[in-house]
Each structure stands twice: as C-alpha cells, then as structure tokens.
C-alpha cells in the first residue's frame, strides 16, 4: 500500500533530474574529447618545448651556475684557507699551552706542594687537635647544661597541653561533635531519598512512558517510511537511468538518421569528389601554370638586366674609349686577374657562398 506510491511518485520527481544528469554527463564527455584533452596536450607541449626551458633558464641555470661556478668554489677555496690558519692556529694554542703548563708547574704547582706539605699540613693538624679538645669540653657543657634541663621543661609542657586543649578538645568530639553530625548525616540522607523519589516518579516514569508509547511507535515509523523511500530513490534512479539512456539513443538515432548519415553521405558522394576533381584539373594546373609564368618572367628579367648592362658597357665604351693595355708580364688562365685567398671571388669562398657573385674580371675589359 506505501511502496507502490511512494515509488511512482518518486520516479516521476527523480526522471528530469536524472536525464539533466546524463545530459550533463555527455557534454561533459564531449567537452573534455574536444576542448580540455587538446587543450591539455597543448598546454603540456608548450610547457616542455617553451616555458619549462625558459623558466630554467631564468630561474634555476642562474643559480646552479652561481653554486657550481662561484660559490662551491670559493667555499672550497676558503674552507681550505680557514683549515690552514686553523691548523697553523692550533699549532701556537699547542705551543702556548705547553709553555704556560711547564710555567704554571713550575712557578705555582711545585711550590704550593711544598707549602702544603711542610707548612700548612702541621699547622692544620695542630688547629684540628685543639678544636677537637674544644668540641668535647663545648659537648659535655652542652649535654648537662642544655638537654637535660630541656627535657625536663619539655615532658612539663606536654603534660600542661594534654591537661588543658586534648582532654577538652576529645570531650568536645565525642558529646558534642559526634552526635550534630549523625543528625545532619540522617537529615541529609532523607532529603536525598526524597528527591530520589521525586525524580523516578515525578521524571523517569513520564520520560519513559513518552518514550515508550510515543517516540519508540513513531521513530519505528519514521524509519520503515525513511528506508523505503531510500530504496525507492534508489530504484527511481535506476530505473530514470534507463529511461534516460532509451531517451538519449532514441534521440541520437534521429539526428544520426537526419544529420550525420546525410551530412556524411553528401560528404563522400558530393564534396570529396568535387574537391578531389577541383583539385587535380583546376588547382594543380593553375598552380603549375603560374609557377611556369613566373619562371619566364624572371628569365624575362634577368635577360633585360643582361641587356642592359651590356648596352650600359658599349656607351661607356663609345663614350670613353677602350681602355689601353699596360705593358705588363702576360697573365695565366687566357689573361683573367687571379683573385686573392681572401677574396669573395676566390673558388673556397665562393663554395661557402651561396648568393651569386659576379665573374671573374678580364683585364682586358677593365
């Protein structure tokens, strides 16, 4: 009669919240496979490849070269110095100390040793002789002069004590003291029995009859409709599990059917293809065309500069006249100036040099 509601009632409560948990749960999920798992690959990359080495570098090389380099070896370096001036130290406290010892004996020990062996021994044994007669005339005067007396004057005091506060003070005790005490003892005893009394049944018996009819009963329901509805959340939550993943599939079974399949069908079928075709007879030619044409139009350009320097050599050639042939020794290699070592022109130099270079000069150009 309880749990059948109770269980309908509370799958119907429980069902929203858990399809918004399962929806959470696959955002989630598809927020960490395409947002934070690339994101942490990147960040983990940067940090060996960029910020990792940086921060070394700012950070932590500085202050392992300070150690390796300066600091561990000036330590080094004074904690050696500091153990030869310790050692060198040492050595004079040594040196010092024998010679304050041979002093010491010689000016203080040997000659206070004689002192106390030849003066001061017998004149401490004479004080000692004439203080022990002094200790027995002063004990013999003390005994009869003091204790006896004393112990005379102390029985008399006793005696005069017990007369006049024990003998008193015992009468007081016993017929006064003791019989007040017995009767506060018997009042109090009664009055604890009394509220005793009051309390088992003015208290107790109220409390435990509450407890009893009322709070027992009642806590014993409380726990049965508690428990059962603890397994029908319990339930609930299963059975809203299910639902929800029924829901979830049915649902990703339409869009799969309406948007992926299409999407995907239009992909293979139509776009790759295009792209494909886009590709192979339109981009690829074009691309190869205009790296042809860029070819021509850089030999275009190196053949003007050709012909212009060539015309810039025959007007100042008609301009200014060839240049005269100095009476000199022929030159090798069919009279072309032989660049130095160190020249930009020289063959090592111009192995190592990959821009290009102008040629060689011919003297009779020059």
Request: hydrophobic share 55%.
């Amino acid at each position: 009669m309880i749990r059948i509601p109770v269980r309908i009632v509370t799958l119907l409560l429980v069902l929203p919240v858990r399809m918004l948990w399962d929806a959470l749960i696959v955002c989630g999920r598809a927020l960490k496979r395409t947002l934070w798992v690339p994101f942490a690959r990147a960040m983990s990359r940067l940090w060996d490849a960029v910020l990792a080495p940086v921060l070394y570098a700012v950070f932590v090389w500085p202050w392992t070269a300070l150690w390796r380099y300066v600091l561990a070896p000036v330590g080094r370096g004074a904690a050696w110095l500091a153990a030869l001036v310790g050692s060198g130290i040492a050595a004079a406290a040594r040196g010092i100390g024998a010679a304050l010892s041979w002093l010491g004996r010689t000016l203080l020990v040997i000659p206070a040793t004689w002192l106390y062996r030849q003066v001061l021994t017998p004149v401490g044994h004479g004080i000692l002789a004439v203080l022990r007669g002094a200790g027995s005339g002063l004990a013999w005067l003390g005994r009869y002069g003091l204790l006896v007396p004393g112990k005379a004057l102390w029985a008399a005091a006793v005696w005069l004590v017990g007369l006049l506060v024990v003998v008193p003070a015992v009468f007081l005790y016993r017929w006064v003291l003791t019989p007040l005490g017995h009767g506060v003892i018997a009042a109090v005893r009664a009055a604890v029995a009394a509220l005793a009394w009051l309390w088992r049944y003015a208290v107790l018996a109220p409390c435990g009859f509450v407890y009893r009819w009322i709070l027992a009963p009642v806590g014993r329901a409380a726990a049965v409709v508690a428990r059962e509805i603890a397994d029908a959340l319990g339930h609930a939550w299963r059975v809203a599990g299910r639902i929800s993943r029924a829901v979830f599939r049915f649902i990703g079974a339409v869009l799969r059917f309406l948007v992926v399949d299409p999407v995907v069908w239009v992909w293979r079928n139509a776009v790759r293809p295009l792209g494909r075709g886009l590709r192979d007879h339109v981009w690829r030619p074009v691309a190869r065309a205009v790296r042809e044409a860029g070819r021509g139009v850089r030999a275009a350009f190196a053949a003007a500069r050709d012909s212009v320097r060539q015309t810039r050599a025959e007007l100042r050639r008609a301009l200014f006249g060839a240049p005269s042939e100095p009476e000199r020794q022929p030159l090798p290699g069919n009279g072309r100036v032989p660049w130095g070592a160190g020249s930009p022109h020289s063959r090592a130099s111009a192995s190592k040099t990959p821009a290009r270079q102008p040629d060689d000069a011919d003297f009779r150009t020059l």
